[in-house]
């Protein structure tokens, strides 16, 4: 066990030989920023475009029948979707022979899985997120309620990681179907999966996107005005439709602000 | 749904993996960028900041320096919280931001 002293070492909370950026007024410290913010937004361009480019990938169709175990027995790749139009599998390392089995699954994918968002938000854009390991469904169980993860989690049991690119390191990877018919979409693995997790890096990975009217997306892709289908992660089943209060706020928002007050004003005496 | 999506070719998995690796490419200059933009940041100057401004905690009045917590650093994000309101009442988009945060540890 580290000392106090070893561990504030460790923690760099010793004032040792870092050498640290100028002290500069709040004027000059926003000036450094706003120049930094041209290079931060061109990076989001960049990747808003790349998105847009996953969206035009051709679709390769998956024809072998693979099948996974599931907390109720046999499932196959179709299943996986549970009705909604994309799947996203990510394969993470949680079997014998890998370091921390059987009470760990490995320490990067773990960290992964501390990063899911609440899944609601992409499901309400007809996606589903699935993870997928070789450990069987007993182990997952377990390991689920240790850790608190909620996602579904399967158990491969056939060729399905080395087809797609996930025998030997974790990955993505994305499908949409077409009635039965599935394709694979995309593909992230490496560093990029280090940034997935949100919702956003979820639906940027998808052939449909985020489903957004100011997304490059080809003809035809179902969109709507970004913002007005966000919902309370609790609200999405009860309040199918957006809330009109909702839609003048993301329409609106300072004249909804305005608005807002006026009417508690009036509801309040203390006036 | 595949032509009123108008959507793209079906490919085999050469072509499809050929295509993969060309946008892999940008991906991997993306990425690249992201970390070259991360270390302009960390060569950002700084802003002094009073330690003693209050911020109200679960246990009452704290200063900034507490909601540090005795770590090194610190990351604030300002929730749009409407004084009085419930919790269904708040905003939609930074109830949204809350619902990314995950396991902090």
């Not at chain 1, 027995?73 to 370091?99: H, M, N, T, W």
């Not at chain 1, 990029?192 to 080809?218: I, K, V």
């Not at chain 1, 004249?255 to 309040?268: D, T, V, W």
């Not at chain 2, 708040?90 to 809350?98: A, D, I, K, L, P």
Request: proline letters at 6%; hydrophobic letters at 35%.
């Amino acid at each position: 066990m580290a000392t106090n002293k070893e561990s504030e070492r460790e923690h760099g909370k010793e004032h040792l030989a870092m050498k640290t950026p100028a002290i500069v007024s709040q004027l000059e410290w926003e000036a450094a920023r706003q120049q930094l913010l041209v290079k931060e937004k061109a990076l989001m361009h960049a990747r808003d475009a790349i998105a847009a480019e996953r969206r035009r990938m051709p679709w390769m169709e998956v024809e072998k029948k693979y099948e996974f175990d599931g907390p109720e027995g046999k499932v196959s790749l179709l299943d996986l979707f549970e009705g909604r139009r994309q799947l996203i599998v990510y394969r993470a390392f949680f079997e014998p022979g890998v370091f921390g089995w059987p009470d760990h699954a490995c320490r990067g994918c773990s960290l992964g899985a501390d990063q899911v968002s609440h899944l609601s938000h992409l499901n309400a854009r007809d996606t589903t997120l699935a993870w997928a390991s070789r450990a069987p469904q007993a182990d997952i169980a377990r390991l689920k309620a240790r850790m608190g993860w909620e996602m579904p989690w399967y158990t491969m049991t056939d060729s399905f990681d080395a087809d797609f690119g996930a025998d030997q390191w974790h990955g993505h990877n994305a499908f949409i179907r077409d009635g039965d018919r599935v394709f694979r979409t995309y593909f992230i693995n490496n560093r990029g999966d280090e940034a997935m997790g949100t919702t956003w890096s979820y639906l940027d990975m998808t052939a449909l996107g985020r489903q957004e009217t100011w997304e490059d997306s080809p003809e035809g892709y179902p969109q709507t005005p970004p913002y007005k289908w966000w919902n309370w992660h609790d609200n999405y089943d009860t309040e199918t439709a957006p809330d009109p209060k909702w839609i003048d706020i993301t329409t609106d928002p300072i004249g909804a602000a305005i608005r807002r007050r006026e009417a508690e004003a009036k509801s309040c005496n203390c006036e | 749904m595949r032509d009123e999506l108008g959507a793209p070719q079906i490919a085999d998995r050469a072509v499809f993996q050929a295509e993969l690796d060309a946008l892999l490419v940008r991906e991997k200059a993306h990425t690249h960028e992201g970390d070259a933009i991360a270390a302009a940041r960390r060569r950002l100057p700084m802003v002094e900041v009073d330690p003693t401004t209050t911020l109200i905690g679960p246990q009452g009045p704290v200063t900034l320096l507490d909601a540090f917590e005795g770590r090194r650093q610190l990351i604030a994000y300002y929730f749009m919280w409407r004084s009085g309101h419930p919790a269904p009442e708040q905003c939609e988009g930074c109830t949204w931001v809350t619902t990314q945060v995950r396991e902090l540890s």
